[in-house]
């Protein structure tokens, strides 16, 4: 974990009437917070006489997992730019590609970005 997340479970746990056992910083934080408890649930059976002792402790313990964290999707279909997306300098950089879209030719956009550019620039009074 790291110390930003142990300092805002630090906070959390700052009413909390010290020494405390592990249980108590559990159910006071389950009262306060459901995922500071579930953070808790890696430090060890001990009593607790500071704040900054189980600040320490949680830098180093595991947290538990989750149960609404999932593996990351593995990737689907082609990468956006193509054959050319892991190419650091690809020739046919800035060419309208013989693939592009009927239904949204190049000349659409562009013409559409300079109708924006004139129409911001007049509500600018320039």
Known sequence: MDT????EIQAVLEGIALPAQK???????????ASVAR??????????GRLDEV???LTLAPTARTPESRPPLPESGKPPGGPDYLTPFPDD????????????????????????QKRQKAEQGG
């Open 23 to 33: 249980s108590q910083l559990i159910d006071y934080a389950r009262a306060q917070d």
């Open 93 to 116: 950089t800035g060419r309208v590609r013989r693939d592009a879209p009927r239904q949204n030719p190049p000349s659409d956009a562009i013409e559409q970005a300079s109708k924006t």
């Open 55 to 57: 600040g320490q402790l």
């Open 39 to 48: 953070d808790l649930q890696g430090l060890p059976e001990q009593e607790y």
């Open 4 to 7: 930003q997340r142990a300092a």
